[in-house]
């Protein structure tokens, strides 16, 4: 199966941009999601990279490269309302239609 | 375009009781899969379902644990004689056709006593 390894916490500064980094085994993935989890809700989906490189939707960016099992999401303009849990998960192998997870990291803004 | 809707929100048990959990999938969503999620830990796959069918329920326990999706009427994920082990977030997610983005509901959190 897959292992998904991520920060378990950032700190950042409302106003600045942080990185928020994601690695996982290369074997049989197959596309990589992020999700956002605030506390004591639902996983809200943000994107989804099946392609190396860059796609940017408004504050929000993810990276891929699949030869290297490295993803990124990148936050812009932080605001207090991002401080919440970010959720790195891609499919199990070839065929399955099971999302692994990581742990998610907490991402703290401060003023 | 209501989203994935889960009842109850939250559900207390006592050990040994029965723990029912409903999940009506988003509008033209045919796939439903249940994750659950223990304390500081993420989310762990259990079951991916479609109408009248199981189609994977390798992350499902052996014993106690159950999932249905009939043809009319919401998802269910039964848990039979409870324990405290199991009080976690259970989160039920659905799509429209295998291997694309899941859409979460809110979650049932179950508390055993």
């Known amino acids: 199966g897959q292992n998904i390894d991520q920060p378990t916490e950032m700190t950042a500064t409302e106003g600045a941009i942080v990185q928020i980094n994601c690695t996982y085994q290369t074997s049989g993935f197959n596309g990589l999601f992020w999700y956002q989890q605030h506390a004591g809700e639902a996983p809200t989906f943000l994107s989804y990279n099946v392609l190396d490189g860059l796609e940017e939707k408004g504050r929000f960016s993810s990276f891929l490269s699949r030869s290297k099992g490295y993803s990124y999401l990148l936050l812009k303009e932080l605001q207090m309302k991002d401080s919440a849990s970010y959720l790195c998960a891609g499919y199990s192998g070839a065929g399955s239609y099971q999302l692994t997870f990581g742990k998610g990291t907490k991402l703290s803004v401060i003023p | 375009n209501a989203g994935v809707m889960q009842n109850p929100r939250h559900l207390v048990r006592r050990r040994g009781q029965e723990a029912r959990l409903r999940c009506s999938p988003m509008k033209g969503h045919s796939h439903v899969y249940w994750y659950r999620q223990l304390p500081e830990e993420g989310l762990k796959f259990m079951v991916y379902?479609?109408?009248?069918?199981?189609?994977?329920e390798s992350g499902m326990p052996k014993e106690r644990f159950s999932a249905e999706f009939p043809k009319e009427g919401p998802s269910i994920l039964r848990i039979q004689q409870v324990v405290r082990g199991d009080s976690a977030a259970y989160f039920c997610?659905?799509?429209?056709?295998?291997?694309?983005?899941?859409?979460f509901g809110p979650g049932t959190r179950l508390t055993v006593l």
């Open positions: 997610a659905s799509s429209p056709g295998t291997r694309n983005e899941q859409f």
């Open positions: 379902l479609q109408k009248e069918n199981i189609i994977d």
